[in-house]
Each structure stands twice: as structure tokens, then as C-alpha cells.
């Protein structure tokens, strides 16, 4: 079992920056960031293994930046230039055994999420 709590959400301007963490209570194979705006399906952001390897959607290359501190178990995302359209709930999720694309179904462990605001 892996509880993983985010913090760092907001409420920021367009153009603006945040910074995303998720506290894992264990090590894990892979992690990864989603965000579900309201009415709309969980999305992938970035993910992350153990190796380092990472992967964005293509809306948050250039802009957003998904790295890892194995020994805390943390996970980051930094957001800069953010938009409107950035705004949903920001979840965290792992998996212990595999690290597969960017689907909801591909990661066991989730977070509450961190809620990210931008406003225009």
C-alpha cells in the first residue's frame, strides 16, 4: 500500500508559476502527474520511473517540468506559464510494479489532489 499526499496548489495569474509536490510513503517504480478539470476526464501530465525516464503530454511540454527525489520519495511538478486552461484538480499516482503511458488505468495509488486555479 502507498499513500501519497500533494500540496502546492493555488490560485496564480496567467503566466505565472507553481509548484507541484507529492509525498510517496514508500519508493515506488513509477509516478506521475493528472489533472481532472471540472467536467472533463482525467488527463496525464508527465510520468516518471525509477530510472529517470520521463514522457509529457504535448500541452505542457516546454512549460512544465516532472522530477523526483528518491530519497524523500518526493515527487515535483514545475509549472511555468501557466495558463487558463491549466486549471483543474492536480492528482498524483504511482504504481510499484510497472510504468506504463499516461493512463489512469495504469497507476494503483492516487492522491486527494492539490487544486490549481489560474486565472486570466
Known amino acids: 500500500q502507498v499513500q501519497l499526499e500533494e500540496s502546492g496548489g493555488g490560485s496564480v495569474q496567467a503566466g505565472g508559476s507553481l509548484r507541484l509536490s507529492c509525498a510517496a510513503s514508500t519508493s515506488t517504480y513509477c509516478m506521475a502527474w493528472f489533472r481532472q478539470a471540472s467536467g472533463n476526464r482525467r488527463e496525464g501530465v508527465a510520468v516518471?520511473?525509477?530510472?529517470?525516464?520521463?514522457s509529457y503530454t504535448d500541452s505542457v511540454k516546454g512549460r512544465f517540468t516532472i522530477s523526483q527525489d528518491n530519497a524523500s520519495n518526493t515527487l515535483y511538478l514545475q509549472m511555468n506559464s501557466l495558463k487558463f486552461e491549466d486549471t483543474a484538480m492536480y492528482y498524483c499516482?504511482?504504481?510499484?510494479?510497472?510504468?506504463?503511458?499516461?493512463?489512469?488505468?495504469?497507476?494503483?495509488?492516487w492522491g486527494q489532489g492539490t487544486q490549481v486555479t489560474i486565472s486570466s
Open positions: 499516482a504511482a504504481d510499484l510494479s510497472r510504468c506504463g503511458t499516461l493512463y489512469p488505468q495504469n497507476f494503483a495509488y
Open positions: 516518471i520511473d525509477s530510472d529517470g525516464i520521463i
